[in-house]
Protein backbone atom coordinates (compact mmCIF):
# COMPACT_ATOMS: atom_id res chain seq x y z
CA UNK A 1 0.00 0.00 0.00
CA UNK A 2 1.07 3.57 -0.87
CA UNK A 3 2.74 5.44 1.88
CA UNK A 4 -0.03 8.61 1.01
CA UNK A 5 -2.74 5.82 1.64
CA UNK A 6 -1.62 4.72 4.72
CA UNK A 7 -0.59 8.69 6.04
CA UNK A 8 -4.78 9.09 4.90
CA UNK A 9 -5.43 5.92 7.01
CA UNK A 10 -3.60 7.37 9.85
CA UNK A 11 -5.35 10.91 9.77
CA UNK A 12 -8.60 8.90 9.64
CA UNK A 13 -7.89 6.64 12.41
CA UNK A 14 -7.05 9.61 14.71
CA UNK A 15 -10.33 11.11 13.43
CA UNK A 16 -12.27 8.02 15.30
CA UNK A 17 -12.33 6.22 12.18
CA UNK A 18 -12.43 2.61 13.01
CA UNK A 19 -11.41 1.69 9.15
CA UNK A 20 -8.28 3.66 9.07
CA UNK A 21 -7.25 2.29 12.26
CA UNK A 22 -8.09 -1.67 10.76
CA UNK A 23 -6.13 -0.51 7.73
CA UNK A 24 -2.75 0.55 9.88
CA UNK A 25 -3.42 -2.75 12.09
CA UNK A 26 -3.32 -4.42 8.77
CA UNK A 27 -0.17 -3.29 7.76
CA UNK A 28 1.42 -3.11 10.76
CA UNK A 29 0.18 -5.85 13.09
CA UNK A 30 2.40 -8.97 11.62
CA UNK A 31 6.05 -6.95 11.40
CA UNK A 32 5.50 -5.71 14.81
CA UNK A 33 4.48 -9.44 15.80
CA UNK A 34 7.50 -10.58 14.53
CA UNK A 35 9.35 -8.03 15.99
CA UNK A 36 8.52 -8.95 19.01
CA UNK A 37 8.76 -12.66 18.63
CA UNK A 38 12.54 -11.65 18.08
CA UNK A 39 12.37 -9.31 21.29
CA UNK A 40 9.89 -11.38 23.81
CA UNK A 41 9.15 -14.72 22.75
CA UNK A 42 6.36 -16.41 23.82
CA UNK A 43 5.36 -13.42 24.75
CA UNK A 44 4.80 -11.61 21.72
CA UNK A 45 1.15 -11.69 21.19
CA UNK A 46 1.27 -9.96 24.90
CA UNK A 47 3.57 -7.68 24.17
CA UNK A 48 1.86 -6.61 20.62
CA UNK A 49 -1.85 -6.42 22.55
CA UNK A 50 -0.17 -3.76 24.81
CA UNK A 51 1.32 -2.30 22.15
CA UNK A 52 -1.76 -1.36 20.03
CA UNK A 53 -3.91 -0.24 23.13
CA UNK A 54 -1.01 2.06 23.90
CA UNK A 55 -1.51 3.12 20.06
CA UNK A 56 -5.27 3.42 20.46
CA UNK A 57 -4.71 5.40 23.93
CA UNK A 58 -2.19 8.16 22.64
CA UNK A 59 -3.10 8.03 18.31
CA UNK A 60 -4.93 11.42 19.06
CA UNK A 61 -1.79 13.31 20.51
CA UNK A 62 0.20 11.64 17.76
CA UNK A 63 1.54 14.53 15.31
CA UNK A 64 3.26 13.13 12.15
CA UNK A 65 3.15 11.24 8.83
CA UNK A 66 3.25 7.91 8.29
CA UNK A 67 6.88 7.17 8.27
CA UNK A 68 6.90 9.36 11.99
CA UNK A 69 4.23 6.38 12.38
CA UNK A 70 6.03 3.73 12.23
CA UNK A 71 8.92 4.65 13.95
CA UNK A 72 6.56 6.02 17.41
CA UNK A 73 4.58 2.53 17.07
CA UNK A 74 7.77 -0.03 17.02
CA UNK A 75 9.11 2.36 19.99
CA UNK A 76 6.01 1.25 21.86
CA UNK A 77 6.46 -2.21 21.04
CA UNK A 78 10.05 -2.85 21.68
CA UNK A 79 9.13 -0.90 25.57
CA UNK A 80 6.34 -3.43 25.85
CA UNK A 81 8.59 -6.03 24.33
CA UNK A 82 11.38 -5.45 27.27
CA UNK A 83 8.49 -5.00 29.98
CA UNK A 84 7.10 -8.75 29.07
CA UNK A 85 10.64 -10.16 28.70
CA UNK A 86 11.33 -8.61 32.46
CA UNK A 87 8.49 -10.30 33.70
CA UNK A 88 9.28 -13.18 31.78
CA UNK A 89 12.41 -13.29 33.74
CA UNK A 90 10.66 -13.03 36.95
CA UNK A 91 8.42 -15.48 36.34
CA UNK A 92 10.77 -17.88 35.38
CA UNK A 93 12.39 -18.16 38.99
CA UNK A 94 9.11 -20.72 39.72
CA UNK A 95 8.35 -21.87 35.64
CA UNK A 96 10.95 -23.76 33.83
CA UNK A 97 13.04 -22.19 31.76
CA UNK A 98 12.11 -21.99 27.78
CA UNK A 99 13.69 -23.44 25.77
CA UNK A 100 14.83 -21.92 22.92
CA UNK A 101 14.55 -24.91 20.42
CA UNK A 102 13.89 -25.01 16.53
CA UNK A 103 10.11 -25.64 15.91
CA UNK A 104 9.29 -29.05 15.54
CA UNK A 105 8.13 -30.50 12.12
CA UNK A 106 4.23 -30.19 12.75
CA UNK A 107 4.88 -26.43 13.49
CA UNK A 108 7.16 -26.45 10.55
CA UNK A 109 4.21 -28.47 8.46
CA UNK A 110 2.17 -25.60 8.82
CA UNK A 111 1.57 -22.28 7.23
CA UNK A 112 4.09 -19.67 7.99
CA UNK A 113 6.16 -22.77 9.54
CA UNK A 114 9.31 -20.62 7.34
CA UNK A 115 9.11 -17.14 8.82
CA UNK A 116 8.69 -18.59 12.07
CA UNK A 117 11.73 -20.79 11.86
CA UNK A 118 13.67 -17.50 10.28
CA UNK A 119 12.68 -15.58 13.75
CA UNK A 120 13.98 -18.49 15.68
CA UNK A 121 17.51 -18.53 14.00
CA UNK A 122 17.39 -14.43 14.22
CA UNK A 123 16.20 -14.50 17.72
CA UNK A 124 19.04 -16.96 18.54
CA UNK A 125 21.29 -13.89 17.80
CA UNK A 126 22.99 -11.68 20.90
CA UNK A 127 19.80 -8.76 21.71
CA UNK A 128 21.44 -6.05 19.93
CA UNK A 129 21.91 -7.50 16.53
CA UNK A 130 18.73 -9.81 16.67
CA UNK A 131 16.77 -6.15 17.04
CA UNK A 132 19.20 -4.34 14.73
CA UNK A 133 18.50 -6.89 12.11
CA UNK A 134 14.68 -7.10 12.34
CA UNK A 135 14.20 -3.22 12.34
CA UNK A 136 16.88 -2.49 9.75
CA UNK A 137 16.50 -5.70 7.39
CA UNK A 138 13.42 -7.30 7.86
CA UNK A 139 10.95 -4.17 8.86
CA UNK A 140 12.96 -2.07 6.78
CA UNK A 141 13.50 0.83 8.81
CA UNK A 142 15.84 3.39 7.55
CA UNK A 143 19.21 3.79 10.04
CA UNK A 144 17.96 7.02 11.62
CA UNK A 145 14.42 5.66 12.99
CA UNK A 146 16.38 2.35 13.59
CA UNK A 147 19.01 4.67 15.74
CA UNK A 148 15.76 6.72 17.67
CA UNK A 149 13.79 3.27 18.73
CA UNK A 150 17.39 1.44 19.99
CA UNK A 151 18.56 4.66 21.29
CA UNK A 152 21.63 4.34 19.66
CA UNK A 153 23.80 5.92 17.27
CA UNK A 154 23.61 5.51 13.77
CA UNK A 155 27.21 3.90 13.50
CA UNK A 156 25.99 1.76 16.37
CA UNK A 157 22.94 0.41 14.34
CA UNK A 158 24.97 0.01 11.53
CA UNK A 159 27.67 -2.33 13.26
CA UNK A 160 25.19 -4.09 15.38
CA UNK A 161 23.47 -5.44 11.84
CA UNK A 162 26.33 -6.38 9.76
CA UNK A 163 27.50 -8.08 12.57
CA UNK A 164 24.02 -9.78 13.55
CA UNK A 165 24.11 -10.45 9.36
CA UNK A 166 27.61 -11.87 9.55
CA UNK A 167 26.26 -14.19 12.29
CA UNK A 168 23.65 -15.63 10.71
CA UNK A 169 25.62 -16.53 7.51
CA UNK A 170 27.83 -18.55 9.78
CA UNK A 171 24.25 -20.67 11.11
CA UNK A 172 24.37 -24.28 10.52
CA UNK A 173 21.19 -23.95 9.34
CA UNK A 174 21.88 -21.25 6.86
CA UNK A 175 25.03 -22.85 5.30
CA UNK A 176 22.86 -26.12 4.82
CA UNK A 177 20.39 -24.35 2.91
CA UNK A 178 22.94 -22.45 1.24
CA UNK A 179 22.98 -25.16 -1.53
CA UNK A 180 19.36 -24.59 -2.21
CA UNK B 1 34.96 -20.31 3.72
CA UNK B 2 32.63 -18.05 1.52
CA UNK B 3 31.14 -16.79 4.69
CA UNK B 4 34.04 -15.79 5.72
CA UNK B 5 35.39 -14.31 2.68
CA UNK B 6 31.84 -12.28 2.28
CA UNK B 7 32.80 -11.09 5.94
CA UNK B 8 36.14 -9.66 4.30
CA UNK B 9 34.87 -8.16 1.97
CA UNK B 10 32.23 -6.67 4.13
CA UNK B 11 34.91 -5.35 6.37
CA UNK B 12 36.74 -3.77 3.98
CA UNK B 13 34.02 -2.20 2.28
CA UNK B 14 32.83 -0.21 5.69
CA UNK B 15 35.86 1.04 5.58
CA UNK B 16 36.07 2.61 2.43
CA UNK B 17 32.15 3.53 2.31
CA UNK B 18 30.96 3.80 5.80
CA UNK B 19 27.95 5.16 4.68
CA UNK B 20 26.74 2.59 2.20
CA UNK B 21 25.45 -1.18 3.75
CA UNK B 22 26.43 -3.39 1.38
CA UNK B 23 25.03 -6.32 3.55
CA UNK B 24 21.72 -5.39 3.27
CA UNK B 25 21.38 -7.09 0.42
CA UNK B 26 22.93 -10.60 0.84
CA UNK B 27 23.97 -12.08 -1.93
CA UNK B 28 24.41 -15.54 0.37
CA UNK B 29 21.54 -17.27 -0.82
CA UNK B 30 20.93 -19.03 2.79
CA UNK B 31 20.80 -15.06 4.23
CA UNK B 32 18.48 -13.96 1.38
CA UNK B 33 16.45 -17.37 2.36
CA UNK B 34 16.18 -16.58 5.83
CA UNK B 35 15.38 -12.99 5.45
CA UNK B 36 12.55 -13.58 2.74
CA UNK B 37 10.91 -15.41 4.94
CA UNK B 38 10.99 -13.23 8.00
CA UNK B 39 9.57 -10.83 5.40
CA UNK B 40 6.58 -13.36 4.19
CA UNK B 41 3.42 -11.83 4.14
CA UNK B 42 1.22 -11.85 6.97
CA UNK B 43 -0.66 -15.03 7.67
CA UNK B 44 -4.62 -15.26 8.37
CA UNK B 45 -3.04 -16.40 11.83
CA UNK B 46 -1.52 -13.07 12.65
CA UNK B 47 -4.41 -11.27 11.39
CA UNK B 48 -6.63 -13.18 13.75
CA UNK B 49 -6.91 -10.04 16.24
CA UNK B 50 -8.17 -7.79 14.14
CA UNK B 51 -11.59 -7.71 15.33
CA UNK B 52 -10.49 -7.54 18.42
CA UNK B 53 -8.36 -4.55 18.20
CA UNK B 54 -10.42 -2.45 16.20
CA UNK B 55 -13.66 -3.29 18.64
CA UNK B 56 -11.09 -1.66 21.33
CA UNK B 57 -10.40 1.11 19.52
CA UNK B 58 -14.10 1.59 19.06
CA UNK B 59 -14.48 1.77 22.88
CA UNK B 60 -11.96 3.90 23.62
CA UNK B 61 -13.06 6.36 21.71
CA UNK B 62 -16.51 6.33 22.84
CA UNK B 63 -15.17 6.88 26.25
CA UNK B 64 -12.75 9.40 25.14
CA UNK B 65 -15.84 11.56 23.53
CA UNK B 66 -17.80 10.96 26.69
CA UNK B 67 -14.89 12.16 28.75
CA UNK B 68 -14.45 15.28 26.69
CA UNK B 69 -18.40 16.09 26.71
CA UNK B 70 -17.76 16.03 30.41
CA UNK B 71 -14.98 18.07 30.22
CA UNK B 72 -16.38 20.71 28.21
CA UNK B 73 -19.10 20.59 30.64
CA UNK B 74 -16.74 21.54 33.54
CA UNK B 75 -15.30 23.98 31.31
CA UNK B 76 -18.86 25.81 31.02
CA UNK B 77 -19.11 25.65 34.78
CA UNK B 78 -16.27 27.16 35.65
CA UNK B 79 -16.97 30.02 32.88
CA UNK B 80 -20.39 30.86 34.65
CA UNK B 81 -18.48 30.68 38.58
CA UNK B 82 -15.76 32.21 38.02
CA UNK B 83 -17.44 35.75 37.28
CA UNK B 84 -19.70 34.97 39.22
CA UNK B 85 -17.05 34.36 42.01
CA UNK B 86 -15.65 37.32 41.19
CA UNK B 87 -18.20 39.61 41.51
CA UNK B 88 -19.05 38.37 44.45
CA UNK B 89 -16.35 39.16 46.34
CA UNK B 90 -15.81 42.80 44.12
CA UNK B 91 -19.13 43.29 46.07
CA UNK B 92 -18.57 42.45 49.18
CA UNK B 93 -14.88 44.37 48.91
CA UNK B 94 -17.11 47.32 47.68
CA UNK B 95 -19.36 47.13 50.90
CA UNK B 96 -16.80 47.21 53.15
CA UNK B 97 -14.93 50.12 51.79
CA UNK B 98 -18.51 52.18 51.81
CA UNK B 99 -18.90 51.09 55.06
CA UNK B 100 -15.59 52.23 55.89
CA UNK B 101 -16.06 55.34 54.57
CA UNK B 102 -19.08 56.36 55.80
CA UNK B 103 -17.81 54.95 59.95
CA UNK B 104 -20.64 52.09 60.01
CA UNK B 105 -18.00 49.29 60.37
CA UNK B 106 -17.98 47.72 63.94
CA UNK B 107 -15.94 49.31 66.31
CA UNK B 108 -12.60 47.62 65.89
CA UNK B 109 -12.53 46.91 62.40
CA UNK B 110 -13.63 50.25 61.84
CA UNK B 111 -10.44 51.60 64.00
CA UNK B 112 -7.90 49.34 61.88
CA UNK B 113 -9.57 50.84 59.20
CA UNK B 114 -8.76 54.35 59.93
CA UNK B 115 -5.58 53.36 60.93
CA UNK B 116 -4.98 52.05 57.54
CA UNK B 117 -6.75 54.39 55.00
CA UNK B 118 -7.06 57.21 56.78
CA UNK B 119 -5.73 58.91 53.92
CA UNK B 120 -8.66 57.88 51.88
CA UNK B 121 -11.24 59.61 54.32
CA UNK B 122 -12.29 56.67 56.57
CA UNK B 123 -12.92 58.13 59.67
CA UNK B 124 -11.99 56.69 63.51
CA UNK B 125 -14.95 54.98 64.94
CA UNK B 126 -17.52 56.78 66.46
CA UNK B 127 -17.12 59.90 64.15
CA UNK B 128 -18.78 58.98 61.39
CA UNK B 129 -22.48 58.06 61.21
CA UNK B 130 -23.23 56.97 64.86
CA UNK B 131 -24.06 53.41 65.16
CA UNK B 132 -26.69 51.41 67.48
CA UNK B 133 -24.20 48.64 67.89
CA UNK B 134 -21.06 50.50 69.09
CA UNK B 135 -22.81 51.89 71.94
CA UNK B 136 -24.62 48.58 73.38
CA UNK B 137 -21.42 46.61 73.13
CA UNK B 138 -18.98 48.27 75.69
CA UNK B 139 -21.63 48.71 78.40
CA UNK B 140 -25.37 48.88 79.53
CA UNK B 141 -27.35 49.55 76.03
CA UNK B 142 -28.33 53.31 76.52
CA UNK B 143 -31.86 54.59 76.59
CA UNK B 144 -33.47 54.85 73.81
CA UNK B 145 -33.88 58.34 73.79
CA UNK B 146 -30.02 59.00 73.92
CA UNK B 147 -29.76 56.98 71.04
CA UNK B 148 -32.61 58.59 68.89
CA UNK B 149 -30.90 61.90 70.09
CA UNK B 150 -27.88 60.88 68.30
CA UNK B 151 -30.07 59.47 65.25
CA UNK B 152 -31.54 62.80 65.09
CA UNK B 153 -28.43 64.84 65.23
CA UNK B 154 -27.41 62.65 62.57
CA UNK B 155 -30.38 62.98 60.49
CA UNK B 156 -30.72 66.75 60.82
CA UNK B 157 -27.41 68.12 59.72
CA UNK B 158 -24.43 66.57 61.20
CA UNK B 159 -21.48 65.87 58.74
CA UNK B 160 -22.44 62.51 57.52
CA UNK B 161 -25.88 61.16 56.48
CA UNK B 162 -27.34 58.66 59.03
CA UNK B 163 -26.79 55.43 57.98
CA UNK B 164 -30.12 53.74 55.86
CA UNK B 165 -30.29 50.73 58.85
CA UNK B 166 -30.16 53.78 61.64
CA UNK B 167 -32.63 55.82 59.44
CA UNK B 168 -34.76 53.04 59.46
CA UNK B 169 -34.78 52.56 62.83
CA UNK B 170 -35.37 56.04 63.43
CA UNK B 171 -38.31 56.31 61.59
CA UNK B 172 -39.81 53.42 62.86
CA UNK B 173 -39.31 55.04 66.55
CA UNK B 174 -40.85 58.38 65.18
CA UNK B 175 -43.83 56.59 64.16
CA UNK B 176 -43.11 57.20 60.16
CA UNK B 177 -40.96 59.47 57.89
CA UNK B 178 -42.79 61.80 58.04
CA UNK B 179 -42.82 62.52 61.40
CA UNK B 180 -38.94 62.64 62.09
CA UNK B 181 -38.93 66.10 62.60
CA UNK B 182 -41.64 66.71 64.97
CA UNK B 183 -39.94 63.13 66.87
CA UNK B 184 -36.88 64.85 66.92
CA UNK B 185 -37.79 67.97 68.41
CA UNK B 186 -39.79 66.72 70.78
CA UNK B 187 -36.86 64.52 71.88
CA UNK B 188 -34.79 67.75 72.46
CA UNK B 189 -37.11 69.25 74.39
CA UNK B 190 -37.13 66.15 76.86
CA UNK B 191 -33.81 65.58 76.59
CA UNK B 192 -32.89 68.89 77.92
CA UNK B 193 -35.94 69.42 80.36
CA UNK B 194 -34.34 66.42 81.95
CA UNK B 195 -30.62 65.54 81.18
CA UNK B 196 -29.95 63.97 84.05
CA UNK B 197 -31.07 60.39 83.04
CA UNK B 198 -28.86 59.91 79.80
CA UNK B 199 -25.96 60.70 81.68
CA UNK B 200 -24.89 58.38 84.46
CA UNK B 201 -24.76 54.61 82.30
CA UNK B 202 -22.48 55.78 79.89
CA UNK B 203 -19.78 58.34 82.08
CA UNK B 204 -17.81 55.22 83.71
CA UNK B 205 -17.56 53.23 80.22
CA UNK B 206 -15.38 56.05 78.88
CA UNK B 207 -12.22 56.82 80.61
CA UNK B 208 -11.14 59.56 78.51
CA UNK B 209 -14.84 61.19 77.91
CA UNK B 210 -14.94 63.29 81.20
CA UNK B 211 -12.17 64.49 81.51
CA UNK B 212 -11.80 66.67 78.64
CA UNK B 213 -15.17 68.38 78.52
CA UNK B 214 -15.22 68.80 82.18
CA UNK B 215 -13.17 71.97 82.33
CA UNK B 216 -14.30 73.61 79.24
CA UNK B 217 -17.82 73.42 80.60
CA UNK B 218 -17.83 73.17 84.66
CA UNK B 219 -21.55 74.45 84.91
CA UNK B 220 -23.07 71.85 82.62
CA UNK B 221 -23.07 68.94 84.84
CA UNK B 222 -24.71 66.94 81.54
CA UNK B 223 -21.71 68.14 79.03
CA UNK B 224 -19.53 65.03 79.96
CA UNK B 225 -22.05 62.30 79.98
CA UNK B 226 -23.78 62.96 76.62
CA UNK B 227 -21.68 62.76 74.41
CA UNK B 228 -20.05 59.43 76.04
CA UNK B 229 -23.00 57.63 75.22
CA UNK B 230 -22.59 57.48 71.85
CA UNK B 231 -18.61 57.47 72.14
CA UNK B 232 -16.99 54.38 74.14
CA UNK B 233 -13.87 54.45 72.72
CA UNK B 234 -11.14 56.51 74.25
CA UNK B 235 -10.19 58.79 70.90
CA UNK B 236 -10.70 61.97 70.79
CA UNK B 237 -14.36 62.04 70.30
CA UNK B 238 -16.13 63.86 73.34
CA UNK B 239 -16.41 67.32 70.98
CA UNK B 240 -18.62 65.25 68.47
CA UNK B 241 -21.35 65.67 70.37
CA UNK B 242 -20.63 68.97 72.30
CA UNK B 243 -23.92 70.53 70.10
CA UNK B 244 -26.21 69.03 73.60
CA UNK B 245 -24.93 71.19 76.45
CA UNK B 246 -25.64 74.24 74.20
CA UNK B 247 -29.41 73.42 75.18
CA UNK B 248 -29.27 71.96 78.04
CA UNK B 249 -28.53 75.74 79.12
CA UNK B 250 -31.50 77.27 77.28
CA UNK B 251 -34.35 74.68 77.25
CA UNK B 252 -36.04 76.53 73.87
CA UNK B 253 -37.23 75.25 70.43
CA UNK B 254 -33.98 76.15 68.98
CA UNK B 255 -32.00 72.93 70.19
CA UNK B 256 -29.27 72.68 67.73
CA UNK B 257 -26.64 73.23 66.48
CA UNK B 258 -24.89 76.34 67.45
CA UNK B 259 -22.62 75.44 69.78
CA UNK B 260 -21.70 72.55 68.01
CA UNK B 261 -19.13 73.85 65.68
CA UNK B 262 -17.10 75.64 68.81
CA UNK B 263 -15.90 72.96 69.45
CA UNK B 264 -13.01 72.72 66.55
CA UNK B 265 -12.65 69.55 65.90
CA UNK B 266 -15.29 68.89 63.39
CA UNK B 267 -14.39 69.88 59.72
CA UNK B 268 -14.87 73.32 58.46
CA UNK B 269 -18.24 72.17 56.32
CA UNK B 270 -19.91 70.96 59.39
CA UNK B 271 -19.54 74.38 60.87
CA UNK B 272 -20.78 76.21 57.85
CA UNK B 273 -23.72 74.35 57.60
CA UNK B 274 -24.58 74.25 61.06
CA UNK B 275 -24.29 78.39 61.09
CA UNK B 276 -26.42 78.33 58.24
CA UNK B 277 -29.12 76.43 60.07
CA UNK B 278 -29.33 77.83 63.24
CA UNK B 279 -32.46 80.17 63.01
CA UNK B 280 -34.67 77.75 63.16
CA UNK B 281 -35.51 74.20 63.83
CA UNK B 282 -38.15 73.09 61.19
CA UNK B 283 -35.70 74.44 58.43
CA UNK B 284 -32.39 73.09 58.55
CA UNK B 285 -33.86 69.92 59.34
CA UNK B 286 -35.98 69.41 56.49
CA UNK B 287 -32.83 71.03 54.35
CA UNK B 288 -30.49 69.36 55.61
CA UNK B 289 -32.18 65.62 55.88
CA UNK B 290 -33.27 65.93 51.88
CA UNK B 291 -29.63 66.93 51.18
CA UNK B 292 -28.40 64.14 53.13
CA UNK B 293 -30.96 61.58 51.48
CA UNK B 294 -29.73 60.37 48.83
CA UNK B 295 -26.09 60.19 49.73
Redesign the interface.
Known amino acids: MPDTDLTDALRAAQQGDAAGFATLWRTHHPSVLRYLRVLAGDHAEDAASETWLHVIRDLQHFDGDHDGFRGWLFRIARHRGIDEKRRQSRTRETATPPTRTAPDAATQAAEGAATTWALTVIAGLPADQAEAVMLRIVIGLDVATTAGILGKKPGAVRIATMRGLRRLALHPQIRTREGV | M??LH??LR?LRT?RKH?ET?P??T?D????A???D???????????A??HE??A???A??RS??RSERRRHAKARIRAVLVPATTGLALLILTGTAVAARTGNLPQGAQQHAHSLFSALGVPAPGTGTPTTPSPSRPGPRPSLDVTALTWCQAWGGADRPLSREDRRRLSKAAGGEKHIGKYCRDLHRSASASPSPSAPPSTPVTPSAPPTPAPLGPSDPVQPGLPATSEPVPTATPPSKPGRPTHTGKPTDVPRGTGKPSKSREPKKNTDKHNAGSPGVAAPTTDSAERGQPE
Open positions: RAALARPDIAPHPGLDLLAARAPATPEELGEMVAFVHRAA
